[in-house]
């Protein structure tokens, strides 16, 4: 679900950060690990979250055009069903994605209750917040049905 997201740009390109990575068992294969990011990216993401999730979200930090973009019904409804999730067990960067100067940064959200989120935040020269979209990760799986009866 995106809560809001200003005027698309170009399909942004999944980067691997630089970081030391743990050894593989198969030589030359090194696995993609996101960077750590400042604890200050890392906060303000974790903020963004913990203020829609109690539908109280500070509109002075995100860009004019994406304040624009955020609309009291909806972020009613995503509020809701992120309080539904329960307290959060994790919140950690997955992955970094760059296209030219600019920069997305991930956190994977997991809670008390299915599902997983990714929350997706890009943030303008100024600081502000100019992309923030939420999506599952993964649903859980489907409960499995009584045979049918012959």
Request: charged letters at 15%.
């Amino acid at each position: 679900m995106i809560v809001a997201q200003a005027a698309p740009s170009p399909a942004p390109t999944p980067v691997p950060a630089a970081s030391a990575a743990p050894a593989t068992a198969e030589p030359g294969v090194t696995p993609i690990v996101a960077s750590t990011p400042s604890a200050a990216i890392a906060a303000r993401a974790r903020l963004v979250f913990e203020q829609i999730r109690a539908n109280a979200i500070d509109h002075s930090l995100f860009t004019s055009a994406m304040d624009a973009k955020l609309d009291a019904r909806g972020l009613d409804a995503v509020s809701a069903e992120f309080r539904a999730l329960g307290a959060i067990a994790s919140f950690n960067q997955s992955r970094r994605i760059s296209h030219g100067t600019a920069s997305v940064y991930v956190f994977r959200i997991v809670c008390e209750h299915p599902p997983v989120l990714e929350e997706a935040i890009g943030f303008a020269a100024d600081g502000k917040i100019d992309y923030l979209a939420f999506s599952p990760v993964g649903r859980p799986p489907a409960q499995p049905t009584a045979a049918p009866q012959r």
